[in-house]
């Protein structure tokens, strides 16, 4: 079998770890410190108590590994807190975040647009049709009502959400969208969600696209350990 070949764009895990320390470093220059401050600290605990209790070699293993996990959340963590805040403010940034989202989610962005730049954003998933708006609640009530309607006609008896994201009363903010998604409940199986997204991808989309791209390129990639 012919070796897959590798994608020319796609960026080294290495690479990846310099570019999200790099948007780190830019968005909280606190943020690495912090992260070399944990994984150092779970070291040298690890190594006292390997010389207090005689099994020093031992522990100096034990916490070379701990130390690169805490590390590794540590750093994890305060890249998506510096993402959230690259976002915060810019038009799109609940499409990124959404599109950041493991397991099975559809993600259509901007399928509602007004004139003041205010969106609407479709998700699939297993809890059914979710519509996550961007922009003030006086106004994104009105386009979401209206695009729950345009689903409904399509979606039949499956269920739909409605959610505002943004820093509004009663809207969900940016660092909380994800896991408020995550604790809807599950309506649907594996199959239903490619059946009724595929079916809305039919619907007509006439309205236009706001000014400027969507904040694709703030979305980073995880690191990840084996």
Known sequence: MAKKPEDPERP?????????????????????????????????????????TGWFWYLLFIGIMLALT?????????AQRSQYSMLHGQVGAAAAILQGMRGNWEVTPAVAVNRDQDIVHRVVGYPGIVLVSEGPGSRVQKMLVAEKKRVQRVALDVPVYDIQSGDGEGQ????????HLMKLPRNLKKPAVYEINNRLKALPQTLPMPKGPLPRGAKMPRPKMR
């Open 70 to 78: 805490v590390g590794l959340v540590v750093f994890g963590q305060i």
């Open 12 to 52: 080294g895990r290495i690479k990846q770890l310099r570019m999200i320390a790099q948007i780190i470093k830019e968005a909280n220059p606190k943020g690495m410190p912090i992260v070399y401050a944990s994984a150092l600290g779970t070291l040298v605990l690890c190594i006292v108590i390997g010389l207090v």
């Open 172 to 179: 969900i903010p940016l660092a909380k969208l994800q896991r």
